[in-house]
């Protein structure tokens, strides 16, 4: 059973940092690329990062390139964004989903006061 279990979520103010976790369980990790999402209230859910099965490709929306950096611990079967630099149109749930998959996460929810 494939489980994405995110964590990491906080209120900051802006200019602050935060770092998200994602933990990968059922035996998927090392074979999948892992992407981050995230959904503002009202918005529709957008690409924020995403990190290769090796850890060599990574990929990054404008929005974020230069403030958030992913990465991925291939003995914790985990995948992390380090987000800095902080603004409040940062606010949204994030999620975490291997690459070419359906298995989402729960979600956790980054808010950014101004």
């Known amino acids: 059973q494939v489980q994405l279990v995110e964590s990491g979520r906080g209120l900051v103010q802006a200019g602050g940092s935060l770092r998200l976790s994602c933990a990968v369980s059922?035996?998927?990790?090392?074979?999948?690329?892992v992407e981050w999402f995230r959904q503002a209230p009202g918005k529709e859910r957008e690409f924020v990062a995403r990190i290769s099965s090796s850890g060599g490709g990574l990929y990054y929306a404008d929005s974020v390139k230069g403030r958030f950096t992913i990465s991925r611990d291939s003995a914790k079967n985990t995948v992390y964004l380090e987000m800095n630099s902080l603004k409040p149109e940062d606010t949204a749930v994030y999620y975490c989903?291997?690459?070419?998959?359906?298995?989402w996460g729960q979600g956790t929810q980054v808010t950014v006061s101004s």
């Open positions: 059922g035996g998927i990790f090392s074979r999948f690329g």
């Open positions: 989903k291997p690459t070419g998959t359906s298995y």
